[in-house]
């Protein structure tokens, strides 16, 4: 191995450590992956870097097995070195696809569930109206039987005298 293999090596086991740890498996990089793989692809645009990453992180775990299992010529180069590294702080400092999907999903179920709220309380609000157009319209009815039992009476009276 050369010093550039070496590197990335101790950066890709320091990585997938992380991921271990943060997603409960002994299958690191690899699980994170495959928990990619799991969000639907409309969800997955909600996140700018979702497909590069994803692309990225299958790149080095192809690296990594190939300097684990290959003699020679890795294809390892220094950006990969520097894309294991900063992976790994934006997982450390909640930036990486996962973290940024689960603020997204968040927001858009929170508009949600303003929208819902929202059409809850026109909802409630045209439930009065029409309980208010019904109260009137009762009252209205009543008034006119009134009306017409009065005029009746009346009626009566006069034809009765």
Known sequence: MNNIEI??????????????????????ITQYVNEMEQIPFEKSKLVESWQYDYKMLKHIRW??????????????????????????????????SFSLINVEIRKAEDNQASKNITNENVDNVVSRDNSNNVFIGITMIALIIILVIFVLMIHYFMIND
């Not at 090596?9 to 997938?16: A, N, Q, T």
């Not at 890795?74 to 909640?94: A, G, L, P």
């Open 7 to 28: 590197i990335f090596f101790e950066e890709y086991k320091k990585l997938d450590n992380l991921c271990k740890d943060l997603l409960g498996s002994n299958q690191g």
């Open 63 to 96: 690296i990594r097995n190939n300097i684990a299992h290959n003699n020679g010529d890795s294809e390892c180069s220094e950006s990969d070195v520097q894309y294991v590294k900063n992976f790994y702080q934006r997982i450390i400092n909640r930036t990486d």
